[in-house]
């Protein structure tokens, strides 16, 4: 009888991944069976016998089969656990990318706004400049002062003037707590 050998019973050519496992698996269970006979202190032409037995046995039953299964199993809950460390780690790089681009995105919009405002400020007409300073409200006492010396100036000018001399005795006692105001120098005849 022409021996038949369990590798080129599972292993179909060079590429076939699971027909290599298969072969693996087999082995490894015929090492575990020789290894556990030694440690039980059998004799080697013994084991060499039960070794044959297990050869033969995975010949003539669906030992084979059940190999092959097992390779697939296997491969498959290989390639699971690698896909599953890949897709973890792109995430993780996906998640990592996205926090960047969103900080590179705030930071391009604040310098945009920025660069905005600057050309604004820059090329702001002379009344905008004016409107800005006087609405901005750090110049809040000097506008006022302004505006007020402004209007009062305009209204003193349009009256008669014994008008004139009541507003400004008026302002002098309200403004300054004085009850009359300072006396112009006489007239030199």
């Known amino acids: 009888m022409k021996k038949r050998w369990v590798f080129a019973s599972l292993v179909k050519n060079d590429q076939d991944a699971i027909g290599l496992i298969a072969y693996a698996l087999y082995k490894h269970k015929k090492h575990t069976l020789a290894t556990s006979l030694r440690s039980e202190g059998k004799d080697e032409t013994f084991i060499q016998q039960q070794v044959d037995t297990f050869h033969d046995q995975t010949l003539q039953n669906n030992s084979l089969d059940d190999f092959r299964e097992k390779a697939t199993k296997f491969l498959d ?5 690698i896909e599953k460390d890949l897709t973890a780690d792109h ?34 007409s002379i009344w905008e400049r004016a409107g800005a300073w006087i609405l901005s409200g750090v110049p809040s006492a000097v506008s006022s ?15 008669s003037e014994e008008q004139r001399q009541a507003v400004l005795t008026s302002l002098w006692a ?13 007239a030199s005849p």
């Open 174 to 186: 309200n403004y300054f707590g004085v009850n009359e105001p300072p006396r112009p120098p006489a």
């Open 91 to 124: 995430e993780k790089e996906k998640a990592a990318l996205a926090k960047q681009h969103k900080n590179q995105l705030t930071n391009e919009q604040k310098r945009l706004l920025q660069n905005m405002k600057n050309y604004q400020r820059a090329h702001r």
């Open 77 to 81: 809950e290989m390639i699971g656990q």
């Open 145 to 159: 002062f302004l505006i007020a010396s402004l209007v009062i100036g305009a209204s003193v000018l349009t009256v």
